[in-house]
């Protein structure tokens, strides 16, 4: 390769390297769960009042026991999904904090589901802060096994490596 399309391989190396730590010291300050410990480190009061907003806010539709909706593996007649459990038997502990501080504060729609996607599951963005969304769901964290919970925090810590 001549010596200028090499130098601009490593430019654009370069480039590419910076944007990325930029994106990621963005997401750390400004994304879902920024500056917020992770789940698994929940103390008992924040468990409390996630226990408490949780029956206030989710227990609806997730179940008072977290067992969700029944049969919310078939679609209901709208083309809709019920509202899946939160315990080991859903698919909640499959995704990392970050995804599911996302899911909460903004619904499901792009980047957590596709565009146009139709769901019921509400976005909780101006009706529960950050540190209310994160009691709740670490509410839910509690709930799971401890594999489960490994499991979960495994994916949370290869995730926010990534970013
Ligand atoms: C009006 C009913 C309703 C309420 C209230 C509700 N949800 Fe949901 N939620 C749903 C439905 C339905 C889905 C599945 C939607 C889909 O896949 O289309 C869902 C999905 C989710 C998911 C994604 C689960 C996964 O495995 O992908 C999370 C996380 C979640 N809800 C958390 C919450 C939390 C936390 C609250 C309370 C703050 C809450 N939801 C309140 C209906 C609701």
Redesign the pocket.
């Known amino acids: 390769m001549p010596r200028r399309g090499l130098r601009r391989v490593w430019l654009w190396l370069a480039l590419t390297a910076a944007a990325a730590l930029a994106l990621a010291g963005w997401w750390n300050v400004f994304g879902p769960g920024a500056a917020l410990p992770a789940l698994s480190a929940a103390n008992a009061s924040q468990l409390e009042l996630g226990g408490q ?2 029956r206030q ?2 227990a ?3 179940g008072d026991r977290l067992q969700g909706q029944t049969d919310w593996r078939r679609r209901k007649p709208d083309g ?5 459990p ?1 315990d080991d038997s ?3 502990w ?2 990392p904090d970050a995804v ?1 501080m996302s ?2 504060r903004d619904g ?1 729609r792009p980047p957590n589901a596709p565009p146009g ?1 139709q ?4 976005a ?1 963005r101006g009706q ?1 802060d950050d540190q209310q969304i994160w009691a ?2 670490a509410y ?1 964290a509690s709930q799971w096994s401890q594999a489960s919970r490994e499991h979960q925090a495994r994916i949370t810590r290869m995730h926010s490596q990534m970013h």
Do not use: E, K
């Open positions: 907003l949780y806010h989710c609806a539709c997730h809709r999904l019920p509202a899946p939160h859903g698919h909640t499959h995704h599911l899911i909460v499901l996607y769901s019921d599951m509400p909780y529960l709740v769901l839910i």
